[in-house]
């Protein structure tokens, strides 16, 4: 009689461990610059926040001004931001269907940051790479120090090759809101409906600028900067 061959018994898959929640990486030091990099110190997130300096905006409009960050990093960056409290989510008013992102107030709290950095990186952008992206509205935090000191208010139209921006000019704080502190940017995206200057000048101008290798009365005397425009700040900008 011949033997049954006894076939191996089959082994149950090992069972696996249960998924542990992710948890946001942390220096795990007791430190105000340790903390504050551990809401801000990813990659793409000072960026993400430089963009929304200039306003509530889209998850499409902010892809599309981020040129190389990915959908699911992007993703990521903005519910890093929501749970930190640096930018919230809310949906626009009918017949609107859309959701914004904008920046919070502690958000906002950013801008002497991104200011900061803004200077002390013009000494690195002298020349201009083959791979650069370009935006008009990156040009508008370097652009900020050199509006100090103005007396005249109204709004400022800037106009470079790469497209224009706008912003607020407060004779008693220089440039600020183009709505005021509630509107929550600090600078607009595009032309302005009824700018009462509008500035025109190149974007090496715009860096010597921000680097302080010339003032804003010197480049418009010389002509690298042209002033349009009839109001009192119009006037106080070609130094009339």
Do not use: N
């Not at 709004?155 to 497209?163: S, T």
């Amino acid at each position: 009689m011949s033997r049954l061959r006894r076939m191996p018994r089959q082994q149950q898959p090992a069972a696996r461990p249960a998924a542990r929640p992710v948890r946001r990486r942390s220096y795990d030091q007791f430190d105000a610059t340790a903390r504050a990099l551990d809401s801000v110190g990813d990659r793409w997130t000072l960026l993400i926040v430089r963009e929304l300096l200039g306003g509530p905006r889209r998850y499409t409009d902010l892809h599309a001004d981020l040129p190389g960050v990915s959908t699911d990093v992007l993703a990521s960056r903005l519910k890093d931001m929501e749970q930190s409290g640096l930018a919230l989510r809310r949906k626009l008013p009918p017949p609107s269907a859309a959701s914004v992102y904008e920046l919070t107030e502690r958000g906002l709290g950013l801008l002497p940051v991104l200011a900061a950095l803004a200077e002390w990186g013009a000494p690195a952008l002298a020349e201009r790479r083959p791979t650069d992206a370009v935006r008009a509205h990156w040009f508008a935090l370097p652009l900020l120090g050199a509006l100090t000191g103005l007396t005249r208010e109204g709004v400022l139209e800037v106009r470079l090759d790469e497209g224009e921006f706008h912003l607020r000019v407060d004779g008693r704080a220089g440039a600020v809101p183009p709505g005021g502190e509630a509107y929550g940017a600090v600078y607009g995206y595009g032309p302005a409906e009824r700018p009462d200057a509008r500035l025109v000048l190149g974007a090496e101008v715009c860096l010597e600028l921000a680097r302080g290798g010339v003032t804003l009365a010197e480049a418009v005397k010389d002509g690298r900067v042209e002033v349009l425009g009839e109001s009192p700040l119009a006037a106080e900008l070609r130094g009339e």
